[in-house]
């Protein structure tokens, strides 16, 4: 095959995908949602190990192995928290910056109820199932300021977040649907994410309320400041804000 046939091969097997709102149909979610995983990420045999950890420190983490069920039913705010914060010294809050301590998140398909925050730490990827992308949604009693969370304010703080913004690097979103649905209008958000360099959010549905009138202030994204990092293949379904 020539180069140009490659290219033209490689556009035309990819995914459609609008950052319009109402641009991925209910019907094409529910396609992805049900097909048969062949996702080989949660498989494959992992050899390697974080050069400056203590030893036996693990790196991949499957939520379902902390206690996750992913059945749209139970709260999996506390298991997800623990499989993304478990570990000796990760850089959590009161840390501007550690990459001895990296860690993988990974999702299997399924909806993973959330109350909270889920507070994504530095040095950190959270992964979905790309055949079968797992939904994480907020509950409707949901408090905080986004379903998952990269860098949290502290209360009764002048604005000050647990990461330096301009120091806040090497993180990863991918393969997710997001769902605030439930979430009342007047706030909520899907991603609080101020990042900066060697980040990226990839192949994210946002699900939110599609009530079009001024009351909803549901964001998708959620940005006030920071360097944002490399986005691809985000979708908003929403009536308020993407982002």
């Not at 055949?131 to 703080?157: H, L, R, S, W």
């Not at 806040?168 to 899907?190: C, E, K, M």
Request: proline share 5%; hydrophobic share 40%.
């Amino acid at each position: 095959m020539g180069l140009s046939a490659f290219f033209k091969a490689s556009i035309l097997a990819l995914p459609l995908r609008s950052g319009l709102a109402g641009a991925v149909p209910t019907t094409a979610i529910q396609g992805r949602e049900e097909a048969a995983t062949s996702y080989w990420f949660a498989n494959i045999e992992r050899q390697g190990v974080a050069a400056f950890a203590d030893k036996g420190y693990t790196v991949f983490r499957n939520v379902r192995d902390y206690g996750a069920v992913g059945d749209g039913v139970a709260d999996d705010t506390a298991a997800i928290n623990k499989a993304i914060q478990d570990g000796p010294n990760r850089c959590i809050d009161k840390c501007d910056s550690r990459t001895a301590t990296p860690a993988i998140v990974y999702f299997p398909p399924g909806t993973y109820l959330v109350s909270t925050p889920s507070i994504q730490t530095y040095y950190t990827q959270i992964v979905g199932d790309a055949v079968e992308m797992p939904t994480i949604k907020a509950t409707a009693g949901f408090t905080g300021m986004a379903v998952i969370d990269a860098n949290p304010y502290y209360p009764n703080t002048d604005a000050v977040n647990w990461y330096i913004n301009q120091n806040n690097f090497f993180r990863q979103i991918r393969n997710l649907i997001v769902d605030i649905t439930q979430v009342p209008i007047g706030s909520g958000a899907g991603i609080h994410w101020q990042v900066a360099q060697a980040t990226s959010l990839q192949n994210i549905i946002f699900q939110m309320n599609p009530d079009a009138s001024d009351a909803n202030k549901q964001k998708g994204l959620f940005i006030e400041n920071g360097s944002g990092g490399f986005m691809s293949d985000l979708t908003f379904n929403c009536g308020g804000f993407g982002m």
